[in-house]
């Protein structure tokens, strides 16, 4: 079974800085592309940033400039450094791997528990 374990939520001052921490495990299984979501009070779940197993990473307009993901390829974890942040960034915030067991023919979609984001002004 597929473990997706996050880490570094909290409560900051805007401006502040956070780093959030996603490990997967998962015996016999492997992981291609990794992300951060995240879903603010009364909001549906946005896509915050991706990043491929090469290290080729993407992030929402709303984030850029701002936060940083990044990986650890032989931990299977993902990393999310987020600076400067602002009150709308509070949010829950999930990750979610692609994950494959060496049996099975596809990926498929793995999520963490989330861990709480708030900011305050």
């Known amino acids: 079974q597929v473990q997706l374990v996050e880490s570094g939520g909290g409560s900051v001052q805007a401006g502040g800085s956070l780093r959030l921490s996603c490990a997967a495990s998962g015996s016999g299984f492997s992981f291609n592309g990794m992300a951060w979501y995240r879903q603010g009070p009364g909001k549906q779940r946005e896509l915050v940033a991706t990043i491929t197993t090469g290290g080729s990473a993407d992030y929402a307009a709303s984030v850029r400039g701002r936060f940083t993901i990044s990986r650890d390829n032989l931990k299977n974890t993902v990393y999310l450094q987020m600076k400067s942040l602002k009150p709308e960034d509070t949010a829950v915030y999930y990750c979610?791997?692609?994950?494959?067991?060496?049996?099975?023919?596809?990926?498929?979609?793995?999520w963490g528990q989330g861990t709480q984001v708030t900011v305050s002004s």
């Open positions: 979610n791997a692609a994950g494959r067991h060496y049996t099975a023919a596809a990926f498929q979609s793995y």
